[in-house]
């Protein structure tokens, strides 16, 4: 299932609040946001066992990535000209 089929009403929203590309932008900042806290949740009950209160590596690199897309998001939706 694409993301235009699994969110087509959220797409819609925030086409017609934000514009196009910027609608589409903060749906996905959405999902990257959902998708982190999804991996702060699992980092909770994923630990190392030599370090207790750290996550396991596989997940502070999702988490890392994850928060990189965000970003670039976010900068991309700031340089777009306004409307």
Do not use: W
């Not at 699992?42 to 690199?61: F, I, N, R, S």
Request: aromatic fraction near 4%; hydrophobic fraction near 35%; charge should be negative.
């Amino acid at each position: 299932m694409t993301v235009f089929e699994r969110y087509p009403e959220q797409i819609e929203d925030s086409e017609r609040i934000y514009g196009r590309h910027r609608g589409k932008l903060a749906v996905a900042m959405d999902l990257l946001t959902d998708a982190m806290v999804t991996i702060g949740a699992h980092a909770v009950y994923c630990h190392k066992p030599k370090h207790p209160g750290e996550p396991t590596a596989d997940l502070q690199a999702i988490s890392e990535h994850l928060d990189h897309a965000k970003q670039l998001v976010q900068v991309v939706m700031q340089e777009l000209p306004k409307p």
